[in-house]
């Protein structure tokens, strides 16, 4: 059974960054906050602190393994307090799909929050202490990415992220554990080896992780044994399949070994002539062979090396000749656009010219002058004559 490397030699030890009493913002006064409801928004000094939100949070830097807390300021915008903590940071996973850098969690408190008023410095502290160990926990059992510097989720780790949102509720309720509707993808796989494809080992990047998405969206329901072999019911609220991005990438990194690897679609885009926008659909394969041929005899192995990726590649240069053709169409039509007005210019300013009655340029000297013939300003003059 193939299990994911944990991050505890990947990571530095939990540290507790403790707040201090200038970090955390004087509470909304609920004196002010009842008047204001009471004058239905007339006692406009009170608005901000009816209005307070759950502005109090735990943060987990993940690179750094700090554990802090972080109060928004209540008494600006909301939007002016969003540059910190990051907001794709937030713990309310839908699908496990990405371990934030920094994850945080809303504390449930507030002026209308009878079990868990907004906490002081010290009540702050005492939290932070409290739940460590579960934030420990989630760091140690991140699942390294094989390959990259990213790191992907396990039951346990996601697990002990749900504990501490449990913790963060006003009811403060305690830590549960693993979760049993919370499926390792090695567990999936140890049930039901059938679920591995071949063609796994053999995917870039970029497809393999539409491979882990698709796994982790769909895997248990497209895949019913898995949960018939681990005795779980599908019907549990929040069942998922964990880890699936860092199980693929140890499986392709154990499958290709040493070699050198490349993706085929970057390799054709570093060798001009392989494929070009007037490759054919009928010259796909052929196209194809010739790439893996020339990336042999550099002694590269490539992934995703699919007829799609070579059409793929191809349509990107046929867009790249369809973007120039919109860029010089638009030149020329602004340039044809310039002319006229010139043009328009131009003739506006001799007509005025013909018409003077004395000292006016010989024909000779007004072609020179706008670079035309002379036989074109006689035309010109003969109309204007005809006009007037």
């Known amino acids: 059974m193939m299990e994911m490397e944990n991050t505890a030699a990947q990571l530095p030890a939990l540290v507790v960054r403790e707040v201090t009493p200038d970090q955390i913002p004087t509470p909304p006064d609920q004196a002010e906050a009842r008047r204001y409801l009471d004058s239905k928004g007339a006692y406009e000094a009170g608005r901000l602190h009816a209005q307070a939100w759950a502005y109090q949070m735990v943060v987990l830097d993940v690179r750094r393994g700090e554990l802090s807390f972080h109060c928004d300021d209540w008494r600006a915008p909301r939007q002016a307090n969003r540059s910190y903590p990051p907001t794709g940071g937030l713990f309310a996973p839908f699908h496990w799909l990405t371990v934030p850098d920094v994850i945080w969690w809303v504390l449930d408190a507030g002026l209308n929050v009878e079990e868990r008023p907004y906490l002081t410095c010290e009540q702050a502290n005492d939290f932070l202490n409290r739940i460590a160990p579960l934030a420990e926990a989630l760091l140690l059992n991140l699942a390294a990415v094989p390959g990259t510097d990213g790191f992907d989720w396990t ?3 996601a697990s002990a992220g749900r504990d501490i949102t449990a913790a963060c509720d006003r009811h403060q309720l305690p830590p549960v554990g693993r979760r049993p509707e919370l499926v390792n993808m090695h567990e999936a ?6 679920l591995v494809q071949d063609r796994w ?4 990047d970029v497809h393999l992780d539409e491979v882990a998405e698709d796994l982790n969206r769909f895997g248990l329901d497209h895949n ?3 949960a018939e072999g681990l005795g779980l019911s599908l019907s549990e609220p929040d069942v998922a399949l964990i880890g699936t991005r860092a199980w693929l990438y140890e499986n392709r990194r154990k499958a290709l070994g040493d070699r050198q690897t490349m993706p085929a679609a970057e390799f054709l ?4 002539g392989l494929v070009t926008d007037e490759t054919s659909d009928a010259q796909l394969d052929t196209a194809l062979q ?3 041929q020339a990336a042999a005899a550099e ?3 490539l992934l995703s090396a699919t007829r799609g990726t070579v059409r793929e590649v191809r349509d990107e240069l046929r867009k790249q000749v369809l973007a120039e053709v919109d860029s010089y169409g638009a030149a020329l039509k602004a340039a044809k656009d310039e002319v006229a007005r010139h043009r328009s210019g131009l003739y506006s300013r001799l007509y005025r010219v013909l018409a003077w009655d004395d000292q006016r340029p010989t024909d000779t000297e007004l072609a020179k002058r706008a670079q035309m013939s002379r036989q074109n300003v006689a035309k010109l003059y003969e109309h204007n004559e005809k006009d007037n």
């Open 290 to 292: 010739n790439a893996e």
């Open 224 to 226: 019913p044994a898995i």
């Open 201 to 204: 080992a053999s995917l870039d």
């Open 299 to 301: 002694g590269v192995t």
């Open 189 to 194: 796989v140890s049930v039901f080896p059938q």
């Open 269 to 272: 885009r570093t060798h001009p």
């Open 155 to 157: 039951a346990e780790a």
